[in-house]
């Protein structure tokens, strides 16, 4: 006779249970390791030593005080103070007073008059000049004599210039410009001409003009004659 078992006695139905309770025990075990907390003895003896040391430094800083330095004492005066008497006799000078009596007369032999001289400028601008270089035949106030003395030197240049230089040299067209200074000295001559011009040439007929000047009256600065700074631009255009 052949027995039968029953199916709910066949514990291969239940290996999935048991699988399963068998991981969440595994994974409680875990959990529980890992939340347990230890305290190492070790480490708690060394804080609470080193905390003791430091407590030692400290007391020890507190009771070492440094006494207070002790001042030097006062020097002791002498028993007897000596006297020393001066052998050398000092002679008082009297300082006799300047001032003068109200009924002392003073006798004056001589008045000497010196004369102080003047410093006068020895080259004056010709627009600052008080009294301008005379042009020969120029009269009139010094307003009249300056404006004449200016028109006349233009004149001289006009005649005297000869312009055709300018296109001989091959200028390019336009206004050419050159400038001139010269003094007239404390005599009335023409010095000292210097010229400035875009061609050497013209700047050599310019020179040569001007010295053509003729002698005038020399200016005057506080009435005493002086050399005078005069300025001309001539100015010409090239076709």
């Known amino acids: 006779m052949q027995t039968k078992k029953n199916p709910k006695a066949n514990l291969e139905n239940y290996s999935k249970l048991f699988m399963q309770l068998g991981l969440v025990l595994a994974l409680l075990i875990v959990y529980l390791a890992i939340e347990k907390k230890t305290y190492d003895r070790v480490i708690g003896e060394l804080a609470a030593s080193t905390l003791n040391v430091e407590d030692v430094e400290e007391q020890l800083e507190l009771d070492i005080i440094k006494p207070p330095e002790q001042a030097p004492p006062p020097p002791v005066a002498p028993d007897v103070i000596e006297v020393v008497k001066d052998e050398e006799k000092v002679e008082e000078t009297v300082i006799e007073s300047t001032e003068t009596d109200e009924n002392d007369v003073v006798e004056v032999t001589q008045i000497v008059e010196v004369d102080e001289e003047e ?102 600065q506080r009435g005493r004659p002086v050399g005078v700074k005069y300025s001309l631009p001539i100015a010409f255009k090239v076709e």
Request: a positive charge.
């Open 119 to 220: 410093d006068v400028v020895e080259d004056v601008p010709f627009a600052i000049i008080e009294d301008v270089p005379v042009y020969p035949g120029c009269k009139g106030t010094k307003a009249q004599l300056r404006e004449c003395l200016q028109e006349e030197i233009t004149k001289h240049v006009n005649r005297k210039f000869n312009s055709e230089l300018a296109s001989d040299l091959g200028l390019a067209p336009g206004v050419k410009k050159i400038f001139v200074m010269f003094k007239i000295d404390k005599s009335g001559n023409i010095t000292d001409v210097m010229a400035r011009a875009p061609h050497k040439r013209l700047q050599e007929e310019a020179i040569r003009v001007v010295n053509l000047l003729p002698k005038m009256t020399p200016g005057k």
